[in-house]
């Protein structure tokens, strides 16, 4: 039972892994203020998520703002594509509730079939970035490659990202509670459970 509390014990082990996320929650959020920087900054994330799921010595400080460096000019290219994207995509639902023209069925199912496709791309792109070393071509086609490849594995990278935007429009109380739980932790949370199962994905790839 003395062994939980040790200085290298689990209860130690633990309470430093709160104080990481906490601050690499904090830098994230940081880096995201000017908007344009959100993609390097979600590619930094989880260079250090992927280092922590590792169990490798890190120093979240100095990692992130290395790895911000390093892939910035990638990773900005690759979030202004989604961004763009993704402005498209508000647009088209947006003018799909007033087409009433006979392809109604097909533009939906369409439109479904790239919202998916953009769901997957922004969900795995930046994993994939901190991981690996690519063109942004390069990397967008093997970031669907990878995701489809492994169904059951890249729908429980998915839910995880899914159930928080649910969880926002259930009540007033959680809409808040999980606003303030990202605030202080929630993304790097997240990325940090996102990661164990990227990468064991991954694994097969890497050699």
């Not at 590792?54 to 892939?71: P, W």
Request: aromatic content about 20%; charged content about 10%.
């Amino acid at each position: 039972m003395n062994n939980i509390f040790e200085w290298n014990g689990p209860f130690y082990r633990f309470l430093a892994k709160i104080v990481d996320l906490l601050l690499l929650n904090a830098l994230f959020l940081i880096s995201c203020l000017p908007i344009v920087t959100i993609g390097s900054a979600l590619t930094a994330m989880y260079s250090i998520t992927i280092k922590m799921a590792r169990n490798e010595d890190v120093s979240i400080i100095r990692g992130y703002v290395a790895a911000l460096q390093k892939n910035f000019k990638q990773s900005t290219i690759i979030w202004l594509i989604l961004l763009a994207v993704g402005i498209v995509l508000y647009m088209d639902y947006y003018y799909l509730n007033q087409y009433t023209g006979n392809l109604l069925f097909l533009v939906k199912v369409s439109l479904g079939l790239f919202s998916f496709a953009y769901f997957l791309l922004f969900n795995f792109i930046f994993p994939y970035v901190a991981r690996f070393e690519n063109s942004v071509k390069d990397s967008i086609i093997n970031t669907w490659k990878i995701a489809l490849v492994h169904p059951i594995k890249t729908i429980s990278v998915l839910m995880i990202t899914i159930i928080p935007i649910i969880t926002l429009w259930i009540s007033v109380y959680s809409f808040f509670f999980l606003l303030y739980f990202c605030l202080f932790i929630g993304f790097s949370f997240f990325a940090y459970i996102n990661t164990f199962i990227i990468l064991h994905i991954y694994e097969g790839y890497e050699k």
